[in-house]
């Protein structure tokens, strides 16, 4: 059975129009991305810099070592 077909608003079609003109990018920076791990809680840092080696060794998705 096919359903029926809906006539949208204008307010709706507008709002459509100005979604279709943004761009798509990347979010805005909140800070967090720069923090050194240094500024961060020791254990923290130990398991971020555990997991730069680790992720600088790995080859191919989803390999597990």
């Given at each position: 059975?096919e359903?029926?077909?809906?006539r ?18 990347a979010?805005t ?11 961060l ?16 060794d ?6 597990i070592?």
């Amino acid at each position: 059975m096919e359903k029926p077909r809906t006539r949208p608003s204008g307010a709706t079609r507008a709002e459509e129009d100005r979604d279709a003109r943004i761009h798509a990018g990347a979010d805005t920076n909140t800070g967090d991305e720069e923090r050194a791990p240094e500024d961060l809680d020791p254990d923290v840092a130990e398991n971020y810099e555990d997991m730069i080696e680790r992720g600088a060794d790995q080859r191919g998705e989803g390999r597990i070592p």
